[in-house]
């Protein structure tokens, strides 16, 4: 089975930077897309950026654009998101996710992986 293991959350000044990372491991055929979520207390789930390994295509939310980075090392099948310039309003547990090509057997089919989350809080 496939996981993401979530790094790097904690607490920053506004401000401040941090460095996020989401390691895949399991039976990997394929990265279709790999993303960056996050949901703050009372709100909803909401994409905060997602990057196309292959067409390199990058999409930012407005609220995190010239201020957040996403990156992946294909390699390490590893995420990163760069936060830098951070807010308070920047507080939310992050998750990253991922669509992927996995093979049971001769068949390859696509499913979708979430992580755990990894808080990021910005305080002074």
């Known amino acids: 089975q496939v996981q993401l293991a979530e790094s790097g959350g904690g607490l920053v000044q506004p401000g401040g930077s941090l460095r996020l990372s989401c390691a895949a491991s399991?039976?990997?055929?394929?990265?279709?897309?790999m993303g960056w979520y996050r949901q703050a207390p009372g709100k909803q789930r909401e994409v905060v950026a997602t990057l196309n390994p292959v067409g390199g295509s990058i999409n930012y939310a407005a609220a995190v654009k010239d201020r957040f980075t996403i990156s992946t090392d294909v390699s390490k099948k590893t995420a990163y998101l760069q936060m830098d310039s951070l807010k308070p309003e920047d507080t939310a547990v992050y998750y990253c996710q991922m669509y992927a090509n996995l093979q049971r057997g001769k068949t390859i089919y696509p499913d979708e992986f979430w992580g755990q989350g990894t808080q990021v809080t910005v305080s002074s």
């Open positions: 399991g039976n990997i055929v394929s990265v279709t897309t």
